[in-house]
Nanobody
Framework: QVQLVESGGGLVQPGGSLRLSCAAS????????MAWYRQAPGKQREWVAD???????YYAPSVKGRFTISRDNPKNTLFLQINTLKPEDTAVYTC?????????WGQGTQVTVSS
């Protein structure tokens, strides 16, 4: 079955960095587009970035220039490098994949930016 398991979140000071990971299994990772979303407390889930199977990347305007999405196909792992963190980046970050008509989501990893 499809599994997406995120890791790498934590508490970080403003201006800091984190690298989130999403370990994928149960589908052909190398041929699948992947995406990161986030949901802040009291807000709707927000698209952050995605990456095509060929490595083309797309970013939400709010994170462009600070976030970098990447993938390691041999290791079936998706990454999100987050730099220059701001308090408004505090959220649960979740990776996702669309396979056919179904969207699969991981459980998410909490990122908290606070001094």
């Amino acid at each position: 079955q499809v599994q997406l398991v995120e890791s790498g979140g934590g508490l970080v000071q403003p201006g800091g960095s984190l690298r989130l990971s999403c370990a994928a299994s149960g589908f052909t990772f190398s041929s699948s587009a992947m995406a990161w979303y986030r949901q802040a407390p009291g807000k709707q889930r927000e698209w952050v970035a995605d990456i095509s199977s060929g490595g083309t990347t797309y970013y939400a305007p709010s994170v462009k220039g600070r976030f970098t999405i990447s993938r390691d196909n041999p290791k079936n792992t998706l990454f999100l490098q987050i730099n220059t963190l701001k308090p408004e980046d505090t959220a649960v970050y979740t990776c996702t994949v669309a396979l056919g008509l179904r969207q699969y989501w991981g459980q998410g990893t909490q990122v908290t930016v606070s001094s």
